[in-house]
């Protein structure tokens, strides 16, 4: 697979007051042309800070530490910001969670559309709002030119959202990052957002990259899934595995939490207890140890290294259990649910 | 829109009638009249004057004939300068005090609009201290201190500048920047709140990672968000300023309608102090109506009654 996307050892920290966050702590992944990769995790696990330091726009006090961008063999972290203002929007684009607050009320759909497409490609006027239209109308939104003198106020949350990722698609961007795309929308307009962008991978060739902390959005449009935890990656893998046949006690308990319509019978959620970890200070050893059920003597002391799974290469955990010598403990798939 | 501004007029004259009637209340309930103090007029004189004055018709007449003249737009004679209206020193007086006022607001907003934006840009960096370092002594230290320390240096001992009276431009300078300062540092400070909740949105986010210039996100998308409460603060000053300041023009000797306006209270000049009062008012409603018109235009999400999109 040749990969668009090449992240290594990725590590991102804000610097407040009370000491060093470290946010995003090593991460590696890849993302190869016309794919789509999850990112999920809880809340505050580095999922978004992930993202935004992929287009190096972390909010103060925040770092990119180390780590390279590979973006088509191009390292983002060493771009000038000059060349990264011409990769943002361009190359990489973004969606972001709440088109109710991410689009300027005072400005008009189209002023917010055009001036993306005339940053990037210098064109004329006239030519930018024809882009500007051909997208909003990629985006089935009807009566497109209408739009253009609209004001945000003026849609709905579904339409904004849908303005929100003609935006993003205007300069044919080769990896379109949605950080939680669908989260503020109610559950019908979700499923039109997610087969909507389905659709728009499939004719525009572009990458995604999903960061949700939904496994229903996930399951609908990515083919590889990378479980977070307290800044770090625990599990990855192809989604039908990670759903199939997790190893990681964590994404056994996101697993857990999800309500099934298909379940044989009536089961209670089993929420995953305690809350992520104070990244000042996060603890030794597996990060997920203070809240994983089955955490043994080392699982406090050592980091656990990323052991292959299933053999084909492509699902990774880290987790103490892989180890030969940890005690059998029932998997997801076997039992320990329910 | 007509509508509304002119449901808006109406509410205008309704306040206007009531500033009108408790103004002259009040001004009547203060101790001494107009003509109280030159004692050694004989009583018969005394009553001449009043007769012709109408200050010996009961109350209620008196308010009732003014009134009548409001409404045709005579504020009536002067009754301590023989033979000059109220009109006349309007038409005199605001002039100067407008002037004054108009060159101190835009300098006040051409300053202190952008300093409060860089110091945003720059939050709790040194330029931000400086900035409101120096916006806090604006607020904080009286114009009546400033015009006599800038009348001292650049009067007295530079030299550089007339250090009173009107006429010339250079007249205008001092009385100027000491009027501007308040506003100046109430801008930068205002700006600079407006401006760092603006640029922490969502929608300052989504122009940052569209690859715009660090010019246009400021420019474009936060500018225009944070420009709101300045125009909030700009509809009163204006009419504050424009109207006239009494100190600053007592202190440069200027012939403007504030000091007109303490001069009446000070010698119970009844149609003085009333025109000028409805002067003032008529002048701040029609700035509110103003502001809330710009309004409309600066965010669309504020609609103005009556108007269809």
Same mark, same amino acid.
């Given at each position: 697979?040749?990969?668009?996307?090449?992240?290594?050892?990725?590590?991102?920290?804000?610097?407040?007051?009370?000491?060093?966050?470290?946010?995003?702590?090593?991460?590696?992944?890849?993302?190869?042309?016309?794919?789509?990769?999850?990112?999920?995790?809880?809340?505050?696990?580095?999922?978004?800070?992930?993202a935004m330091?992929l287009l190096r726009l972390?909010?103060?006090?925040?770092?990119?530490?180390?780590?390279?961008?590979?973006?088509?063999?191009?390292?983002?972290?060493?771009?000038?910001?000059?060349?990264m203002r011409?990769v943002r929007g361009n190359d990489i684009s973004m969606v972001f969670?709440?088109?109710?607050?991410s689009?300027?009320?005072?400005?008009?759909?189209?002023?917010q559309?055009?001036?993306a497409?005339?940053q990037?490609?210098?064109?004329?006027?006239?030519?930018?709002?024809?882009?500007?239209?051909?997208?909003?109308?990629?985006?089935?939104?009807?009566?497109?030119?209408?739009?253009?003198?609209?004001?945000?106020?003026?849609?709905?949350?579904?339409?904004?959202?849908?303005?929100m990722?003609?935006m993003a698609?205007?300069c044919?961007p080769?990896?379109v990052i949605c950080d939680?795309?669908?989260?503020? $929308?109610?559950?019908?307009?979700?499923?039109?957002?997610?087969?909507?962008?389905?659709? $728009?991978?499939?004719?525009?060739?572009?990458?995604?990259?999903?960061?949700?902390?939904?496994?229903?959005?996930?399951?609908?449009?990515?083919?590889?899934?990378?479980?977070?935890?307290?800044?770090?990656?625990?599990?990855?893998?192809?989604?039908?595995?990670?759903?199939?046949?997790?190893?990681?006690?964590?994404?056994?308990?996101?697993?857990?939490?999800?309500?099934?319509?298909?379940?044989?019978?009536?089961?209670?959620?089993?929420?995953?207890?305690?809350?992520?970890?104070? $990244?000042?200070?996060?603890?030794?050893?597996?990060?997920?140890?203070?809240?994983?059920?089955?955490?043994?003597?080392?699982?406090?002391?050592?980091?656990?290294?990323?052991?292959?799974?299933?053999?084909?290469?492509?699902?990774?955990?880290?987790?103490?259990?892989?180890?030969?010598?940890?005690?059998?403990?029932?998997?997801?798939?076997?039992?320990?649910?329910? | 829109?007509?509508?509304?501004?002119?449901?808006?007029?109406?509410?205008?004259?309704?306040?206007?009638?009531?500033?009108?009637?408790?103004?002259?209340?009040?001004?009547?309930?203060?101790?001494?009249?107009?003509?109280?103090?030159?004692?050694?007029?004989?009583?018969?004189?005394?009553?001449?004057?009043?007769?012709?004055?109408?200050?010996?018709?009961?109350?209620?007449?008196?308010?009732?004939?003014?009134?009548?003249?409001?409404?045709?737009?005579?504020?009536?004679?002067?009754?301590?300068?023989?033979?000059?209206?109220?009109?006349?020193?309007?038409?005199?007086?605001?002039?100067?005090?407008?002037?004054?006022?108009?060159?101190?607001?835009?300098?006040?907003?051409?300053?202190?609009?952008?300093?409060?934006?860089?110091?945003?840009?720059?939050?709790?960096?040194?330029?931000?201290?400086?900035?409101?370092?120096?916006?806090?002594?604006?607020?904080?230290?009286?114009?009546?201190?400033?015009?006599?320390?800038?009348?001292?240096?650049?009067?007295?001992?530079?030299?550089?500048?007339?250090?009173?009276?009107?006429?010339?431009?250079?007249?205008?300078?001092?009385?100027?920047?000491?009027?501007?300062?308040?506003?100046?540092?109430?801008?930068?400070?205002?700006?600079?709140?407006?401006?760092?909740?603006?640029?922490?949105?969502d929608y300052i986010k989504t122009a940052r990672a569209k690859g715009l210039?660090?010019?246009?996100v400021?420019?474009?998308h936060?500018?225009?968000?944070?420009?709101?409460?300045?125009?909030?603060?700009?509809?009163?000053?204006?009419?504050?300023?424009?109207?006239?300041?009494?100190?600053?023009?007592?202190?440069?000797?200027?012939?403007?309608?504030?000091?007109?306006?303490?001069?009446?209270?000070?010698?119970?000049?009844?149609?003085?102090?009333?025109?000028?009062?409805?002067?003032?008012?008529?002048?701040?409603?029609?700035?509110?109506?103003?502001?809330?018109?710009?309004?409309?235009?600066?965010?669309?999400?504020?609609?103005?009654?009556?108007?269809?999109?």
């Amino acid at each position: 697979m040749d990969n668009l996307l090449r992240v290594r050892d990725l590590k991102t920290s804000f610097f407040t007051y009370a000491g060093e966050v470290r946010a995003v702590d090593g991460v590696n992944f890849d993302v190869a042309g016309g794919e789509a990769v999850a990112i999920v995790g809880e809340s505050g696990c580095g999922k978004s800070v992930t993202a935004m330091s992929l287009l190096r726009l972390i909010p103060e006090p925040g770092k990119v530490l180390a780590g390279s961008v590979e973006l088509a063999g191009r390292d983002l972290v060493k771009l000038k910001e000059r060349e990264m203002r011409h990769v943002r929007g361009n190359d990489i684009s973004m969606v972001f969670q709440d088109p109710m607050t991410s689009l300027n009320p005072v400005l008009t759909i189209g002023t917010q559309l055009m001036e993306a497409i005339r940053q990037h490609q210098k064109v004329e006027k006239d030519k930018a709002r024809a882009r500007a239209i051909e997208t909003l109308e990629m985006v089935k939104i009807p009566s497109a030119d209408k739009r253009l003198a609209q004001y945000p106020h003026q849609l709905s949350g579904g339409m904004r959202q849908r303005v929100m990722i003609a935006m993003a698609l205007s300069c044919h961007p080769k990896l379109v990052i949605c950080d939680e795309p669908t989260t503020s $929308l109610d559950v019908t307009i979700q499923a039109q957002i997610i087969e909507l962008l389905k659709d $728009l991978k499939k004719a525009t060739g572009m990458s995604i990259i999903l960061i949700t902390h939904n496994l229903g959005v996930v399951a609908g449009l990515a083919t590889r899934v990378i479980v977070m935890y307290a800044g770090k990656i625990v599990e990855y893998g192809p989604v039908n595995e990670i759903y199939g046949i997790p190893q990681h006690p964590y994404t056994w308990g996101l697993l857990r939490s999800v309500p099934r319509l298909d379940a044989a019978e009536k089961r209670r959620l089993v929420p995953i207890y305690g809350q992520p970890p104070d $990244l000042l200070k996060p603890p030794v050893g597996c990060r997920f140890n203070p809240r994983c059920d089955h955490a043994m003597k080392i699982c406090r002391e050592q980091e656990p290294p990323f052991v292959p799974v299933n053999g084909n290469g492509q699902h990774h955990v880290a987790c103490w259990l892989q180890h030969p010598a940890a005690p059998a403990v029932a998997g997801f798939k076997k039992g320990v649910p329910a | 829109m007509a509508r509304y501004i002119l449901q808006r007029v109406f509410a205008a004259f309704v306040a206007l009638w009531i500033l009108t009637t408790v103004t002259f209340v009040l001004m009547h309930a203060i101790p001494g009249g107009p003509f109280t103090r030159e004692r050694n007029v004989p009583e018969a004189v005394m009553r001449n004057i009043e007769a012709k004055y109408h200050l010996d018709d009961p109350l209620w007449q008196q308010y009732l004939d003014y009134l009548g003249g409001v409404v045709r737009f005579d504020l009536g004679p002067s009754f301590k300068f023989q033979g000059q209206t109220v009109n006349d020193f309007i038409r005199r007086g605001f002039p100067v005090s407008a002037e004054l006022g108009i060159i101190s607001i835009i300098l006040s907003m051409a300053i202190g609009i952008p300093v409060g934006i860089i110091s945003a840009l720059r939050q709790n960096k040194w330029q931000d201290n400086v900035t409101m370092l120096v916006a806090i002594i604006g607020v904080s230290v009286p114009s009546f201190i400033i015009a006599p320390l800038l009348m001292y240096v650049f009067a007295l001992k530079l030299r550089w500048l007339p250090p009173a009276m009107w006429g010339s431009w250079r007249q205008v300078i001092m009385p100027a920047v000491a009027l501007a300062l308040l506003p100046l540092a109430t801008f930068s400070r205002l700006m600079r709140s407006s401006m760092l909740d603006v640029i922490s949105q969502d929608y300052i986010k989504t122009a940052r990672a569209k690859g715009l210039s660090e010019l246009a996100v400021t420019w474009r998308h936060a500018v225009k968000n944070a420009v709101m409460p300045i125009v909030t603060y700009l509809g009163p000053l204006i009419a504050a300023i424009l109207t006239g300041t009494f100190i600053i023009e007592q202190i440069f000797a200027i012939p403007g309608l504030g000091r007109q306006f303490v001069w009446s209270v000070n010698n119970r000049d009844y149609t003085t102090i009333l025109g000028l009062t409805i002067f003032y008012g008529a002048f701040l409603l029609l700035m509110n109506l103003v502001v809330d018109i710009i309004y409309g235009f600066l965010d669309p999400r504020i609609q103005i009654a009556g108007r269809k999109d």
